[in-house]
């Protein structure tokens, strides 16, 4: 049995997408190869994850050999230390020779832990507010978190707290200590609202923590984005925590969005957030993304934009960006959407140029197969991938950085100049290959290549 034999064979094991959940044995088979010797301790998820690399990983026609290429090539000592089942080894051997360290396979043991990271952001447990200290007489709330225990308990922004469990913290540390405490904890606030005193009692618990903040500097808002998640203090994720914010200062006439050390997320929130500062007609980066042909049993690409049909909420803005070398992914996306469109200045340092995007899908034994199968570029057809976006304003420093994008803010003329990035940023190399004469590409050594025209069966 041949390779498009075997492929379509495996093709009866329905592809299930993140969000479709499914059991099933992970019982070894064999199978066979072009010359008709069997092929050892072939599992089923084996097959499906070879399938799933096959039509889905960008790279499959470089970099995926066939399936014997990967089985019982691992000895029992080399993931031993990483706890991970035995029959999984080939598996796991299989995913970390394509050719980036996005490709990788999760077996169900850590299936949890890893899905949870990708739709959540990060649980924790305080009593879910900001505040300041306003006077020797008490200290300001400045911001209450969503469906946090300090919401929950009725705690409003702009409320002062005059005492915890009856006494005035003398400083900050005392404070942050008399307001710490375990799960189920009762915290006793007085608070002055307006001409009123009243006792607030907060109730400790976790709850998901904000992936957006709001801040002013010289009264220029400043909205800083951590993450693009679905699963956050919002019901709407990080898209609707923006907007919310979005919305809180539509009169000012310029923003600040600060994208440092968003490393990315989902592209569901990111898009739709870029959408926001863009016109009708106007659109967002293209995803060019693989694709399944069953009848020929090859894979295919799709190119997409995303048109905004009606205006964004937040066009009318003059906007100056933050960012840095950990700026990646969906928030390059984001970014590279809007200066596609809107020549708005960037302030910090070249982004991380991650131009790809991965695909997660939960395969029939529970596990967590996360594939390299999307790639980013503007309407020229031009990608950032491994080179970034570079700024307009190269400055490292962090405070010096926001003082910079304040003093555009507030003049609101500033025209963007800069590009893309023109070195290497060097973040795309792998162990598992070399490098080409090409910059920024890297290949398997020839004696590890596959014959293309074979894989294909031409």
Not at 255 to 273: E, F, K, S
Not at 370 to 382: A, L, P, Q, Y
Request: hydrophobic share 35%; glycine share 8%.
């Amino acid at each position: 049995m041949g390779r498009l034999s075997l492929i379509s064979a495996t093709l009866v094991l329905s592809l299930f997408l993140l969000t479709s959940i499914s059991g099933c044995s992970s019982e070894n088979t064999t199978g066979a190869n072009d010359s008709g010797e069997n092929v050892p301790y072939a599992s089923r998820e084996f097959l499906y994850n070879y399938t799933l690399l096959y039509f889905y990983y960008k790279d499959a026609d470089k970099f995926l050999g066939e399936p014997e290429d990967y089985l019982g090539k691992v000895s029992d000592e080399s993931f031993e230390e990483f706890s991970i089942p035995w029959d999984y080894y080939d598996i796991y051997y299989m995913y970390q020779q394509m050719n980036d360290d996005y490709t990788y396979y999760t077996d169900p043991s850590r299936y949890m832990a890893a899905l949870n990271s990708i739709i959540y952001s990060p649980s924790t447990m305080d009593p879910g507010f900001e505040w300041v200290l306003l006077d020797s007489t008490g200290y300001l709330v400045t911001n209450v978190v969503k469906k946090s225990p300090a919401d929950k308990a009725g705690l409003k922004k702009g409320d002062k707290i005059t005492s915890i469990e009856g006494v005035l913290p003398i400083n900050e540390n005392i404070f942050k200590k008399l307001s710490l405490g375990d799960e189920g904890d009762t915290i006793h606030y007085t608070v002055q609202r307006e001409s009123t005193t009243q006792p607030i009692e907060i109730i400790l618990e976790t709850y998901y923590s904000p992936t957006v903040e709001l801040s002013f500097k010289d009264s220029i808002p400043i909205i800083k984005i951590k993450k693009f998640l679905s699963q956050t203090t919002n019901d709407s994720g990080t898209y609707g925590e923006y907007l919310a914010y979005l919305r809180e200062v539509e009169n000012y006439k310029s923003i600040i969005i600060d994208l440092r050390n968003n490393g990315g997320g989902d592209g569901d929130q990111c898009t739709p957030i870029a959408q926001t500062f863009l016109s009708k007609g106007d659109s967002t980066t293209g995803i060019i993304s693989t694709a399944v042909d069953t009848v020929n049993d090859v894979q295919t690409f799709d190119t997409t934009f995303t048109v905004n049909e009606t205006d964004g909420i937040g066009k009318d803005h003059y906007y100056v960006f933050l960012a840095n070398g950990y700026t990646a992914s969906c928030s390059e996306v984001l970014l590279a959407s809007v200066l596609m469109n809107k020549k708005f200045p960037v302030v910090g340092t070249t982004t991380y140029g991650k131009g790809i995007g991965q695909m997660n899908i939960s395969t029939p034994s529970l596990s967590l197969a996360t594939i390299t199968g999307m790639e980013v570029v503007d309407r020229d057809m031009f990608s950032y991938h491994k080179y970034g976006i570079d700024p307009d304003f190269y400055i490292f420093n962090s405070q010096e950085a926001v003082a910079k994008a304040v003093e555009l803010a507030k003049g609101m003329s500033y025209v963007r100049t800069a590009g893309y990035g023109t070195t290497n940023t060097g973040h795309f190399a792998k162990s598992a290959v070399i490098r080409d004469t090409m910059p920024g590409f890297y290949t398997l050594p020839k004696e590890m290549r596959t014959d293309v025209t074979k894989r294909f069966g031409k």
